[in-house]
């Protein structure tokens, strides 16, 4: 059974900058994908972006060029650097990891972002 973790949420003003971290108990090497998601109230849960074995990555378009995903295996933790936050940024936040789709899941941490 793995557990993810994630932390580094919080209250932030537009134009700021936040880092969440998802620690995973297992070994995320494992796993073919790590994901982050986010859901706002009355929103359904959303792809932010993905992380695959070799590297590769995938972003949805409001984040892209502002958002970036990156993991470190030695580590077994999965980031997610947030720059030029945006008030509609504000959600909670997931990491998810599994092969061809998430399997596990974190429960998640809140990112405020005040106009």
């Known amino acids: 059974q793995v557990q993810l973790v994630e932390s580094g949420g919080g209250v932030v003003q537009a134009g700021g900058s936040l880092r969440l971290s998802c620690a995973a108990s297992?070994?995320?090497?494992?796993?073919?994908?790590m994901y982050w998601f986010r859901q706002a109230p009355g929103i359904p849960r959303d792809l932010v972006a993905l992380?695959?074995?070799?590297?590769?990555?995938q972003y949805t378009d409001p984040v892209k060029d502002r958002f970036t995903i990156s993991r470190d295996n030695a580590k077994n933790t999965v980031y997610l650097q947030m720059n030029s936050l945006k008030p509609e940024d504000t959600a909670v936040y997931y990491c998810?990891?599994?092969?061809?789709?998430?399997?596990?899941w974190g429960q998640g941490t809140q990112v405020t972002v005040s106009s």
């Open positions: 998810a990891a599994g092969n061809f789709a998430p399997s596990y």
């Open positions: 297992g070994r995320i090497v494992s796993f073919n994908r």
């Open positions: 992380i695959n074995s070799d590297g590769s990555t």
